[in-house]
């Protein structure tokens, strides 16, 4: 449409505007979601000696063998075996010089001091090699790695305390408008209870972990003028309501008096035409529309987005996947849409109600049915792409 950009447009020119918040060091233990700023290199060797793969027993040359000792996860045996001798050895346990195989305990028959075979195993059977998983200098982990359960144990393992990571983003959120009630069980006959501010932030929590919360404000540039200076060390000011151009759609005017750029405006989609991403140094500001649908539906398509991008994730767009539709769906206008659909993994159809401010059926989707512009009609079982969420 004239004037206005394409989805894949507006979440390009977006991604663009992604400050660099650098690195900071963290815990590794509190490193769970984070994205590595820098390759992670091994301070030490795992295994770092060679270890049995299993309980049984440790054995020189051929047998039967003399029993002399025992190794235990832990404890060594502490001296070398000969041809003919045998150490008792657990699981993890250190093999002792000289020890050439383990003799797993299901074959082994043991009497008056002495270990026979039932099946004696090849050389090097059930030993783990020192170093066969890493080795001091390895790098085990790459730069934009996120960190998972089994990360955070690799990185433990390889000798480190603490990793760098990309510095997690501070978010403001500012939702603003005369209707909207703090209180939500105050609410005049005239007003509708603050929601926006609350979703948003939990669909953020995530990602960012706490946000500071701005809102409600009122349509009022003096109080959007505060409101905006306590936004000022955010990395990143995302507000709902306002974006328009209405009389009482005040954010444009209160973003460029306190000195932010508008970097674009409207995009071709439905719900979330009136998007609005500005910026001010590098702080960016995405200004979300004020329907509750349509605001969730942005921060779904570019909040999350420019979120994942700041804390580092490789791929920030969200994925689309595709299934088979559970009923007709009519062809699209010039603006493409975005369905709120239910769907039971296989199938998918439309919620109850696509209006912008239809919490109740926002709340039943739990997919988006993803409709392009001049689209034709669709028939059931026809494939369709949508965005699980």
């Not at 090849?122 to 080795?135: C, I, S, T």
């Not at 998972?148 to 390889?158: D, E, K």
Request: aromatic fraction near 4%; proline fraction near 6%.
């Amino acid at each position: 449409m004239s004037g206005m950009l394409t989805l894949e447009e507006a979440q390009e020119r977006l991604l663009a505007l992604v400050p660099d918040l650098g690195a900071e060091e963290v815990d590794v233990e509190a490193s769970l979601g984070r994205f590595l700023a820098h390759d992670l290199i091994a301070n030490r060797t795992q295994p770092p000696s060679d270890l049995s793969a299993m309980d049984g027993y440790a054995i020189a040359g051929n047998g039967p063998w003399s029993l002399i000792g025992e190794s235990r996860a832990g404890a060594a045996f502490g001296a070398a075996l000969t041809s003919g001798q045998a150490i008792r050895i657990s699981t993890g346990a250190h093999m002792p010089d000289g020890g050439e195989s383990v003799l797993i305990q299901e074959n082994a028959v043991v009497s008056n001091g002495t270990v026979s075979a039932q099946d004696t195993p090849e050389l090097g059977r059930h030993v783990r090699k020192q170093g066969f998983d890493f080795a001091v200098g390895d790098t085990v982990l790459g730069a934009g790695t996120q960190m998972g359960p089994a990360q955070i144990a690799l990185a433990l393992s390889s000798g480190h305390k603490c990793v760098q990571t990309k510095r997690i983003p501070k978010v403001a959120i500012l939702d603003s408008g005369d209707e909207l009630a703090r209180d939500p069980t105050q609410c005049g006959p005239d007003q509708i209870p603050a929601s926006n501010g609350a979703m948003i932030a939990a669909m953020a929590g995530p990602l960012v972990g706490e946000v500071v919360r701005l809102g409600p404000v009122g349509d009022d540039l003096t109080a959007l003028a505060a409101a905006l200076q306590r936004s000022e060390d955010a990395d990143i000011l995302i507000t709902s309501g306002g974006a328009s151009v209405g009389d009482h759609d005040l954010i444009q005017q209160a973003l460029r008096e306190w000195g932010a750029q508008l970097a674009f405006w409207k995009v071709a989609i439905k719900p979330g035409k009136p998007l609005m991403v500005a910026t001010k140094g590098s702080q960016v500001i995405l200004g979300l529309p004020g329907n509750p649908v349509s605001s969730f539906v942005t921060a779904f398509l570019f909040a999350l987005p420019l979120l994942r991008a700041a804390i580092g994730h490789p791929a920030p767009l969200p994925k689309v996947s595709h299934l088979q539709a559970r009923e007709a769906l009519p062809a699209i206008g010039a603006r493409r849409e975005f369905v709120r659909g239910i769907s039971d993994g296989s199938g998918v159809g439309r919620a109850a109600s696509q209006d912008s401010s239809a919490l109740l059926a926002l709340a039943s989707a739990n997919c988006l049915i993803d409709r392009p512009a001049g689209s034709g009609a669709v028939s059931i079982g026809d494939d369709v792409p949508v965005y699980i969420l």
